[in-house]
T-cell receptor, first 110, second 114 residues
Framework: DAKTTQPPSMDCAEGRAANLPCNHS???????VYWYRQIHSQGPQYIIH???NNETNEMASLIITEDRKSSTLILPHATLRDTAVYYC???????????FGTGTRLQVFP | DVKVTQSSRYLVKRTGEKVFLECVQD?????MFWYRQDPGLGLRLIYF???????EKGDIPEGYSVSREKKERFSLILESASTNQTSMYLC?????????????FGPGTRLTVL
């Protein structure tokens, strides 16, 4: 079973920041948080991952709470092309397995 | 550019047919994966492989088998297709060396079993 809980859907205005929350209250100390997204009719695409510290790359920022029980993916300036389903995943330690939940459907509107 | 390709985007088969789904990656990755995706259930792992001729069961292997004869190719086989195997099938690959390496996904094959 997926170890994460996400809201089923969210809206965001184009140009604004999109903040996607994720709860992972049972995460273990050596498990990472990963984010993927899936644009309609395409395979999932890796966005970012982190363990304890906040992370940033060219696509997004990841903020992980100090107790690691939740995290937020931030798309700083959402565009229409960011409309997709976003998956928050806790990566099982010592395997390559990714266990996907049902994700958050983000709709960016003009 | 990283590339994972799947043999078909859409496939329609009849109940009882043997079905082959092919996946090829050009990144020299050791690890390859097969998932299925269904509404309300997200992606579920069927099988994965860490090396040529090696395979590991995922969470839902029943009714499926796999073949990895060459490093770049990972095949998913439905020995006798059933209607409950109608789904979107996604292949992914990842390099070894670090367990944190990202998985690269193909575009998916939408299989309909009549």
């Amino acid at each position: 079973d997926a170890k994460t809980t996400q809201p089923p859907s969210m809206d965001c205005a184009e140009g604004r920041a999109a903040n996607l929350p994720c709860n992972h209250s049972t995460i273990s100390g050596n498990e990472y948080v990963y984010w993927y997204r899936q644009i309609h009719s395409q395979g999932p695409q890796y966005i970012i991952h982190g363990l304890k510290n906040n992370e940033t790359n060219e696509m997004a920022s990841l903020i992980i709470t100090e107790d690691r029980k939740s995290s937020t993916l931030i798309l700083p300036h959402a565009t229409l092309r960011d409309t997709a389903v976003y998956y928050c995943i806790v990566r099982e330690y010592n395997t390559d397995k990714l266990i996907f939940g049902t994700g958050t459907r983000l709709q960016v509107f003009p | 550019d990283v590339k994972v390709t799947q043999s078909s985007r859409y496939l329609v088969k009849r109940t009882g047919e043997k079905v082959f789904l092919e996946c090829v990656q050009d990144m020299d990755h050791e690890n390859m994966f097969w998932y299925r995706q269904d509404p309300g259930l997200g992606l579920r792992l069927i099988y994965f492989s860490y090396d040529v001729k090696m395979k590991e069961k995922g969470d839902i292997p029943e009714g499926y088998s796999v073949s990895r004869e060459k490093k770049e190719r990972f095949s998913l086989i439905l020995e006798s297709a059933s209607t409950n195997q109608t789904s979107m099938y996604l292949c992914a690959s990842a390099s070894s060396g670090s367990l944190m390496n990202e998985q690269f996904f193909g575009p998916g094959t939408r299989l309909t079993v009549l």
